[in-house]
């Protein structure tokens, strides 16, 4: 009994590329190097090594013979950093109580080419490296969204609305949107960082 328990758990944990609790979830892993660091799920990073947009590649044989974009969120920011207190409620949910989501990136138009995903487009919202303002760990996701084909990205991303790194436009980022149009994500994989 004891061994069948410990089993599913360990099965669970190695499942889940999303952190518990967050929305959209996935059990598909995405590749995600930076030059000096494989991310592993739920895994620390030293904030040096995230300066620059990571290589995203395919990992466990499934085949991507399709169209795709690439998001990642910030899911620790403090709400204070948003909005007052009587707005809490209105704010997309991060992981802990009284946090919220921020862009850090938003690209599509990526195919597979030569084992990673290589974009035919500009960024909707240019990568931005994990800065948190208040020098705790956040916990950075990164997802794989099917791209369909005639699929038209959100006004408020045509527009240049994220394309500014440091735009408050980036700060509490819904991915229902993105999940209505084109579904739920195809992989995912997501790390923490300090400053
Ligand atoms: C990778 O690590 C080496 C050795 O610590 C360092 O010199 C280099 O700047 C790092 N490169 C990046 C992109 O983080
Ligand atoms: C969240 O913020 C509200 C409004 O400031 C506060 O009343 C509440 O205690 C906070 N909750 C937590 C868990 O920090
Ligand atoms: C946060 O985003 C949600 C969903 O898009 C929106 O309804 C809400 O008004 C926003 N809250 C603030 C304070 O901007
Ligand atoms: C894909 O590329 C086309 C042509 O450059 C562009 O109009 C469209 O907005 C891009 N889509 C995404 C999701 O980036
Ligand atoms: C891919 O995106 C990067 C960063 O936004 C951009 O510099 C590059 O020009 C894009 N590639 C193409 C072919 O548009
Ligand atoms: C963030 O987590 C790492 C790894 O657990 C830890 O070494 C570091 O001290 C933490 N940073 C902060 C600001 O708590």
Do not use: C
Request: aromatic fraction near 14%; charged fraction near 10%; charge should be negative.
């Amino acid at each position: 009994m004891h061994y069948l328990t410990l089993a599913s758990a360990l099965a669970a944990t190695a499942l889940a590329q999303t952190p518990a609790g967050s929305y959209p979830s996935s059990n598909k892993n995405l590749g995600v190097a930076y030059p000096n660091a494989t991310v592993t799920p739920g895994v620390w990073v030293n904030p040096d090594y995230v300066t620059t947009q990571p290589t995203i590649y395919p990992t466990h044989y499934h085949l991507y013979d399709g169209t795709y974009m690439i998001l990642m969120l910030d899911l620790n920011i403090p709400d204070s950093d948003v909005t007052t207190a009587a707005y809490y409620n209105t704010l997309v949910p991060g992981l802990a109580a009284n946090t919220t989501t921020r862009l850090h990136w938003w690209g599509g138009n990526y195919t597979v080419q030569n084992g990673h995903f290589v974009n035919a487009s500009d960024a909707l919202a240019e990568y931005t490296a994990p800065r948190p303002r208040d020098a705790t760990n956040h916990t950075y996701t990164l997802y794989l969204f099917d791209q369909p084909e005639g699929y038209v990205p959100p006004e408020e991303a045509l527009d240049g609305t994220y394309y500014s790194e440091t735009t408050d436009a980036r700060f509490n980022f819904t991915l229902e949107t993105v999940v209505k149009a084109v579904g739920g994500p195809v992989a995912a994989n997501y790390f923490l960082s300090d400053a």
